[in-house]
T-cell receptor
Framework: GESVGLHLPTLSVQEGDNSIINCAYSNSASDYFIWYKQESGKGPQFIIDIRSNMDKRQGQRVTVLLNKTVKHLSLQIAATQPGDSAVYFCAEIEGSGYALNFGKGTSLLVTP | DGGITQSPKYLFRKEGQNVTLSCEQNLNHDAMYWYRQDPGQGLRLIYYSQIVNDFQKGDIAEGYSVSREKKESFPLTVTSAQKNPTAFYLC???????????FGSGTRLTVV
């Protein structure tokens, strides 16, 4: 199937800085995108989603940007906190799809 | 509180034995999914079900079986035919296919 990949497997940021996690996707028919956060030994938690008719969506301290032209998705976390340390996954699905397709994940480490 | 429950959290089995992982949701979601996660990897789809009494193979269904006799329940059986069953198994549900998933907390299966 189509692949969803991440540019960086690990990202280390200092507490208080902004974090940007990137994701490239290859299926031009993808129309729904989600970011999940997974802490060690736990199931993924929904962070934020965006549909293809939007290019930006904001939540609490998080923003997702979608660039359909280059098939790129990013997650921005403002004022990163130690509790943000986790693995972040992007996932995508096209309208005719049957299940989310997940990328391999980026490990975010927040240092004091 | 509504949610999705996986049990047990940890499971140990001898090689050659079948084992069934439980997944129950009280979110009234139609769709349910099973994913497998290996260390440092993304999530790979094993089986999915969009409605009661119907389920479909995902990308890595060989050696696994499921049933969907009730809307709330989607158990996964790892059979002796699965060559490398040791992994972290995640169950998820969603209202419809192109909506965000709610994940369970996972079952870590170790086969010795």
């Amino acid at each position: 199937g189509e692949s969803v990949g991440l540019h960086l497997p690990t990202l280390s940021v200092q507490e208080g800085d902004n974090s940007i996690i990137n994701c490239a996707y290859s299926n031009s028919a993808s129309d729904y995108f989600i970011w999940y956060k997974q802490e060690s030994g736990k199931g993924p938690q929904f962070i934020i989603d965006i549909r293809s008719n939007m290019d930006k969506r904001q939540g609490q301290r998080v923003t997702v940007l979608l660039n359909k032209t280059v098939k790129h998705l990013s997650l921005q976390i403002a004022a990163t906190q130690p509790g943000d340390s986790a693995v972040y996954f992007c996932a995508e699905i096209e309208g005719s799809g049957y299940a989310l397709n997940f990328g391999k994940g980026t490990s975010l480490l927040v240092t004091p | 509180d509504g949610g999705i429950t996986q049990s047990p959290k940890y499971l140990f089995r001898k090689e050659g034995q079948n084992v069934t992982l439980s997944c129950e949701q009280n979110l009234n979601h139609d769709a349910m999914y099973w994913y497998r996660q290996d260390p440092g990897q993304g999530l790979r789809l094993i089986y999915y079900s969009q409605i009661v009494n119907d389920f479909q193979k995902g990308d890595i269904a060989e050696g696994y079986s499921v049933s969907r006799e009730k809307k709330e329940s989607f158990p996964l059986t790892v059979t002796s035919a699965q060559k490398n069953p040791t992994a972290f198994y995640l169950c998820a549900s969603s209202r419809q296919v192109s909506f965000g998933y709610t994940f369970g907390s996972g079952t870590r299966l170790t086969v010795v």
